[in-house]
């Protein structure tokens, strides 16, 4: 079993839409999570941190639930420049162990 | 530019030659990772630093890979005799030490063609 597992899609939409993108997780020890933006041809980036709590920002709302080791993405309102692969990502820190582990990415197509 | 810095950005090898990569961190970053990329798959981790300490590598690189980060700065990521499934991007990224996030900033990364 992989350690971070998504859904690869392509998820194809259309502009306006709402989406959501679901990752599980192996390692309970697991202790920070993240969801990255990457697209075609380029690094990943950064798209936000995930809390316990679950946080927003902007159209973007991510959540975590700890029990089922299981994090969610939505993106509201679709546009087109939301097109790209969203890479799932959770923390396995521990003593000396740091190491981030990537899902295999969600590839969303926003269509006008 | 202050970002993660890879070189070269692409690199065209024969089959069975030697290849050597270099990333510089941004420069208060004192954790260095190595990933690596192919078409339609996540970032696979290959390697971490913190400082100048590899804390640890995956079972997924072969004793023809070694990396190094002599003086906790930029570090060298460098594949033996390589083979056709070597074909891949190569990342970097850094992050800083904090108590409980820790963003990863990647590089552009070097793509790897063994032909």
């Known amino acids: 079993r992989k350690e971070v597992e998504q859904d690869p899609g392509p998820f194809n939409v259309p502009e306006g839409a709402t989406v959501a993108f679901n990752c599980t997780y192996s390692n309970s020890a697991s202790q920070s999570f993240f969801w990255y933006r990457q697209d075609c041809r380029k690094e990943p980036k950064l798209l936000m941190s995930v809390y316990s709590s679950g946080n927003e920002d902007g159209r973007f709302t991510a959540q975590l639930n700890r029990a089922s080791q299981y994090i969610s993405l939505l993106i509201r309102d679709s546009k087109l420049s939301d097109s790209a692969t969203y890479l799932c990502?959770?923390?396995?820190?521990?003593?000396?162990?740091?190491?981030?582990?990537f899902g295999t990415g969600t590839l969303l197509a926003v269509q006008p | 530019d202050t970002g993660v810095s890879q070189n070269p950005r692409h690199k065209i090898t024969k089959r069975g030659q030697n290849v050597t990569f270099r990333c510089d961190p941004i420069?208060?970053?004192?954790?260095l990772y190595w990933y690596r990329q192919t078409l339609g798959q996540g970032p696979e981790f290959l390697t971490y630093f913190q400082n100048e300490a590899q804390l640890e590598k995956s079972r997924l690189l072969s004793d023809r890979f070694s990396a190094e980060r002599p003086k906790g700065s930029f570090s060298t990521l460098e594949i033996q005799r390589t083979e056709q499934g070597d074909s891949a991007m190569y990342l970097c990224?850094?992050?800083?030490?904090?108590?409980?996030?820790?963003?990863?900033?990647f590089g552009q990364g070097t793509r790897l063609t063994v032909v």
């Open positions: 420069s208060e970053h004192n954790r």
């Open positions: 990502v959770v923390n396995t820190n521990g003593g000396a162990t740091n190491k981030l582990i």
């Open positions: 990224a850094s992050s800083r030490r904090r108590q409980a996030n820790t963003e990863a900033f």
